[in-house]
């Protein structure tokens, strides 16, 4: 199957950790640049390699059989050389392709069909435009780039690419085996390499090739950007040249042995197939999901990454979610997010990071734009939930394994936490926690985080500060578990019996102020003013699964979610149809995403009501099953009646880390 459910143009994508590479059918890069899914081998949020074109005796060759990913990791295609139904293709060419941590693998194959020998000129064109992902995006941004200088060196057996920018440096190496004949110059920057090969009757020749990316701060000259948390970093050009594997099968070999370890040993549910499958597919993303990143005594770990192709970086919410899904099957990752979450963690006010002391971050970077300042992203911590979560993990990690030592290891994290929600998060002075928008970055620090998500029925959106929803519940959550750690492991009952007492008061005028009368639901969110936004949400669901509501109310709720201006058919819309807000190819106004889904099914049978939350699963695993066993990250809202298929939105990264975590939720509220 091919990786472009959601990405656009059947974009083939490979990934393993920090790095991925997205093709064409054909396996070739055409340096795409503001598009829906542009093309390029990425490392560490730059493109290392923009141009990976394939020609055969002078002509671009036909694809046969187009670009497929193979369950072990390697993407593989057969081409021919363009011809006529009476001319038989003199040779055939097959093509693996296959990424491991910082470089890019090919074995081209050519194999003659004649029974004479052959001779067949193969040239491949390659660039290095080291442009940043934010470059890339359809959203008509230019960022200036004063001083910089690109340079190409031909080497012995092949070409070196580099790109300097004040104390920025990055680097790209292609290399064969055998080396080329030539190294050409194209008049473009980019460099062609030129084979001549002489094939036997019936005869094959191969070309082993290989990408090394460089990345600025990774073993290259130049300095760490701000934000960098990989311990050793993603893409260490001389560990990839020394030790990483070389071919496709190598690669291939390495991925079944980094699934096997992280697969081995959990207990899928036998009396759903289709459920078992989604697990099984979700634990293999997760395990080449999974960046390097640093604890707070900078000792390595691995953690999940938000997801593929935009955000192959650690996200704070996405981690903690992720994490908390995996949980009962998959405790490290959460013993590994954790420790990275408290590293991250601010400890200053910067206002242009939106960082607060206390505060967990949203998202770091590590590509050019955001270690010169031109996007605000290095570390950014516009994010009013990934605090609240963050604790909300500590206390379900602890109390799944009963790491008392993390627990007090962490423990001044955790009330730095605690603080921030108290203090710069609002609940002191405003009663809940708050965000305003932040005109470098969010519009809205939800998980709904896309401008005019957070909304009225009617569609207007929300101005002045935003106290929204599901924030609130996740609040109450980590104050109820973070109480238990003081109790329990901290010794601190004084400190307990304050967060009780606050997750208390918070239960109570939640209800007061939020709840609807006449729609028996809650609010999305509340504005400066205190009015409710009154759009009919997804979000409640995330009410039942902290525990917010009381029953009467949370059953409601429950049960108003599985209606049909809701409940898809593959899942609960984001926005119910029938407002004036409501969009099915609308990114928060009415798709559907697995990870919400998954929030509101563990809150159903947190409810006990576990009809629906069955409901919710079976939607979700039959959308998992048409689309080829993979949940991407959203899909959009159309009803299952409507088409067969769920309908792809867009912009949807296809490998995220909440999406593959998301069947393990299910099975922990649904069982097998």
């Known amino acids: 199957m091919t990786d472009g459910y959601g990405y656009g143009q059947g974009r083939q994508l490979l990934v393993y950790g920090g790095t991925f590479a997205a093709t064409d059918p054909s396996g070739a890069l055409t340096a795409v640049r503001g598009a829906f899914s542009p093309d390029g081998l990425f490392v560490r949020d730059a493109r290392h390699l923009c141009r990976w074109q394939l020609t055969v005796d002078g002509a671009a060759p036909e ?233 707070p005594d900078g000792e390595r770990h691995l953690v999940p990454a938000a997801g593929v192709p935009w955000f192959l970086t650690l996200l704070g919410r996405d981690a903690a979610l992720t994490s908390l899904f995996a949980l009962p099957y998959r405790p490290e990752l959460a013993a590994a997010t954790l420790p990275v979450l408290a590293a991250t963690q601010a400890t200053e006010q910067v206002e242009g990071a939106v960082a607060q002391p206390g505060k967990i971050v949203h998202e770091v970077r590590h590509g050019e734009l955001a270690h010169f300042g031109q996007v605000p992203y290095g570390r950014y911590y516009g994010s009013v939930d990934a605090t609240p979560l963050f604790l909300i993990l500590l206390g379900a990690y602890v109390e799944q394994t009963a790491d008392v030592a993390l627990a007090r290891r962490l423990e001044s994290h955790a009330r730095a936490a605690v603080g921030w929600m108290l203090d710069h998060g609002g609940l002191t002075s405003r009663g809940y926690l708050v965000y305003r928008a932040d005109r470098g970055g969010l519009a809205n620090q939800n998980w709904k985080d896309s401008p005019g998500a957070i909304c009225s029925a009617d569609g207007g959106r929300a101005t002045g500060p935003v106290m929204a929803a599901g924030a609130q519940g996740y609040a109450y959550d980590a104050l109820r578990r973070t109480a238990v750690l003081a109790r329990t492991i901290w010794d601190d009952t004084v400190y307990a019996d304050l967060l009780t007492q606050a997750a208390s008061d918070l239960r109570d005028r939640f209800v007061r102020d939020f709840w609807m009368e006449e729609a028996g639901f809650p609010a999305l969110a509340l504005d400066g003013e205190g009015r409710q936004l009154d759009a009919l949400a997804s979000d409640a669901g995330h009410l039942l699964w902290s525990g917010l509501l009381d029953k009467e109310y949370g059953e409601a709720v429950g049960r108003r979610l599985l209606e049909p201006d809701f409940f898809s058919g593959w899942g609960v819309r984001t926005v119910a149809s029938g407002q004036a807000a409501y969009h099915p190819l609308s990114y928060h106004r009415g798709s559907v995403w697995p990870h919400d889904n998954a929030l509101i099914a563990l809150g159903l049978a947190r409810y006990g009501l576990h009809d629906e939350a069955r409901t919710v699963a079976t939607g979700l695993i039959a959308a998992s099953t048409a689309c080829a066993g993979r949940l991407p990250e959203v899909i959009a809202g159309y009803a299952s009646s409507a088409y067969p298929s769920p309908v792809p939105y867009p912009h949807a990264c296809t490998r995220e880390s909440r999406s593959a975590a998301t069947p393990l939720a299910l099975l922990s509220a649904v069982g097998g």
Request: proline share 6%.
């Open 63 to 295: 694809v046969l059989m187009p670009m497929s990913y193979e369950e072990e990791g390697v993407g593989r295609c057969v081409l021919v050389p363009r011809g006529g139904r009476q001319e038989p293709s003199a040779y055939t060419l097959f093509r693996e392709q296959a990424v491991t941590e910082g470089s890019f693998v090919e074995l081209l194959k050519v194999v003659s069909n004649r029974p004479v020998p052959t001779t067949v000129r193969v040239a491949l064109t390659v660039d290095a435009d080291f442009a940043d992902q934010f470059e890339l995006r359809s959203d008509h941004r230019t960022y200036q780039k004063p001083g910089a200088v690109r340079t190409r060196e031909v080497l012995d057996d092949g070409v070196e690419f580099t790109y300097t920018r004040g104390d920025w440096r990055s680097s790209t190496t292609v290399t064969s085996e055998p080396a080329p004949d030539a190294v050409e110059e194209t008049g473009t920057g980019a460099r062609r390499l030129v084979w001549t090969l002489d094939l036997a009757g019936q005869g094959v020749a191969e070309l082993a090739l290989r990408v090394v990316a460089g990345p600025s701060g990774t073993g290259s000259a130049g300095a760490v950007g701000p934000g960098v948390v990989a311990a050793e970093a993603t893409a260490n050009p001389a560990a990839v040249a020394a030790g990483a594997a070389t071919s496709p099968a190598a690669v291939a070999a390495e991925l079944a042995r980094t699934v096997r370890e992280f697969t081995e040993g959990i207990e899928l549910p036998g009396a759903w197939p289709e459920l078992a499958d989604a697990c099984a597919r979700g634990l293999a993303d997760l395990a080449v999901l999974r960046v390097p990143a640093a604890g």
